[in-house]
């Protein structure tokens, strides 16, 4: 009887990700994202894929630190040979620096426009290409009625969808399965050696539908995330390992 209702569960649980945009099938456990225990955050311990997910930032540092995580990610959505989308108002992406990110510059189709209104409908119109694992966007706004159009757009798709904003007034209220602030942090020395370290950002998950927000000290180290031992207090009781 209970196995019984633990699947009743389960089943209701998936059903009710997918009415609200969510998709939860055992294709997304064969995609490891290298998140590590910031998968505790979200709804089944998965980043949620075919869904679109809305980064904010105000200087160009932490733009810069958005891409480069963002890359991060979009890295493993394209290693079965797929590419993505990256669209713009403004050519800021040096496509060679990428590489240390694990993505071969050629995966990536770049599109610029200057008009905003056009930038919107190239996003939407790039969510609905069934062929792409990612579409990565750079728009000043985002509102519900724009924002909805697009996570109508990757439900039925399952593209997954970055918007990285910036120059906002105010977050807004918004249709994105997620919002996340990526801000630069000190860079982490290898080896105690002098000079440049590795890659450091300070990683926080502002609101992510059924899920738990939480933030963290991410390092990339040798094209790997790796986790600091500290986290948001909310997972220090429930999760004591970092994976």
């Not at 209220?173 to 050696?193: E, K």
Request: glycine share 8%; aromatic share 8%.
């Amino acid at each position: 009887m209970t196995a019984t209702k633990a699947n009743i569960i389960s089943q209701l649980r998936k059903e009710i990700f997918s009415l609200q945009g969510l998709q939860s099938s055992s294709a997304q456990t064969d995609i490891d994202l290298g998140l590590g225990a910031i998968n505790y955050a979200f709804p089944g311990s998965i980043f949620p894929l075919s869904a679109v997910h809305e980064f904010i930032g105000t200087c160009a540092e932490d733009l810069a630190a958005t891409s480069a995580f963002i890359s991060c990610l979009v890295s493993s959505l394209i290693k079965n040979g797929s590419v993505a989308v990256w669209i713009s108002s403004s050519a800021t992406i040096f496509p060679p620096a990428l590489k240390p990110l694990g993505i071969s510059p050629d995966k990536i189709i770049f599109i610029h426009s200057k008009s905003q209104k056009e930038v919107l409908w190239i996003i939407e119109e790039a969510l609905k290409c069934e062929g792409l694992a990612a579409v990565i966007a750079e728009v000043k706004e985002l509102g519900f009625t724009e924002s909805r159009r697009l996570q109508l757009a990757v439900e039925k798709s399952h593209v997954t969808g970055f918007v990285i904003r910036s120059g906002f007034s105010k977050p807004g209220i918004n249709a994105c399965v997620s919002r996340w602030r990526i801000t630069a942090h000190p860079s982490v020395a290898g080896d105690d050696l002098p000079g440049i370290g590795f890659p450091a950002w300070k990683i926080e998950l502002l609101k992510i539908r059924n899920g738990k927000p939480g933030n963290w000290n991410v390092s990339l180290i040798n094209g790997r995330l790796q986790i600091a031992p500290t986290v948001s207090v909310r997972f220090e009781n429930e999760h004591r390992k970092i994976g």
